[in-house]
T-cell receptor, first 114, second 110 residues
Framework: DAGVIQSPRHEVTEMGQEVTLRCKPI?????LFWYRQTMMRGLELLIY????????DSGMPEDRFSAKMPNASFSTLKIQPSEPRDSAVYFC????????????FGPGTRLTVT | AQSVTQPDIHITVSEGASLELRCNYS??????LFWYVQSPGQGLQLLLK??????LVQGIKGFEAEFKRSQSSFNLRKPSVHWSDAAEYFC????????FGAGTRLTVKP
């Protein structure tokens, strides 16, 4: 089992550029979550999908953020345009079909916007 | 609304000593409760979970936690800490809309 895969692991970009973060959940898991972690705000849920459908995006900071899940094995989180305050570690997590709600986290993408 | 409070930002214990990390929650119904551990530069790893039944749950790496409904607490314990346990520990409550505490950073002294 490869676990949740995220790419890239590190991203440095300039303000105003588009950033795309990628996630491959664990095979067979039907829920996928995107989180943001910062020192100031801790771990925040941005959005989660169930069976590829966005269920709750109330944590998405603003319209500059968007997320998609075109199929069960791939999701993206896009920031356009990026701003320095978006600098954070972004985690993807997936959860199995059983109603256990336990989440398995990827290693994260450290985003730096200069 | 559900919420989690971890009162201790940072705890230091000596290797071999016992450990207890505190967690208090607010939740409208019977909570789903979790403890996760995060090592530097890594994602979060599930240590243990509580849904129902026995209020003392065992997890990986020798950790256990006890659910106390009357105190709205779910404290994490380990009888003897190892240097490799140094990490950040997060308590979480909820289902799909999980909420995490701010975390407790554990330092282990040799």
């Amino acid at each position: 089992d490869a676990g949740v895969i995220q790419s890239p692991r590190h991203e440095v970009t300039e303000m105003g550029q588009e950033v795309t973060l990628r996630c491959k959940p664990i095979s067979g898991h039907n829920s996928l979550f995107w989180y943001r972690q910062t020192m100031m705000r801790g771990l925040e849920l941005l959005i989660y999908f169930n069976n590829n459908v966005p269920i709750d995006d109330s944590g998405m900071p603003e319209d500059r953020f968007s997320a998609k899940m075109p199929n069960a094995s791939f999701s993206t989180l896009k920031i356009q345009p990026s701003e320095p305050r978006d600098s954070a570690v972004y985690f993807c997590a997936s959860s199995p079909r059983t109603a256990s709600y336990e989440q398995y986290f990827g290693p994260g993408t450290r985003l730096t916007v200069t | 609304a559900q919420s989690v409070t971890q009162p201790d930002i940072h705890i230091t214990v000596s290797e071999g000593a016992s450990l207890e990390l505190r967690c208090n929650y607010s939740y409208g119904a019977t909570p789903y409760l979790f403890w996760y551990v995060q090592s530097p530069g890594q994602g979060l790893q599930l240590l243990l979970k509580y849904f129902s039944g026995d209020t003392l749950v065992q997890g990986i790496k020798g950790f256990e936690a006890e659910f106390k409904r009357s105190q709205s607490s779910f404290n994490l314990r380990k009888p003897s800490v190892h240097w490799s346990d140094a990490a950040e520990y997060f308590c979480a409550v909820g289902a799909a809309d999980m909420r995490f505490g701010a975390g407790t950073r554990l330092t282990v002294k040799p």
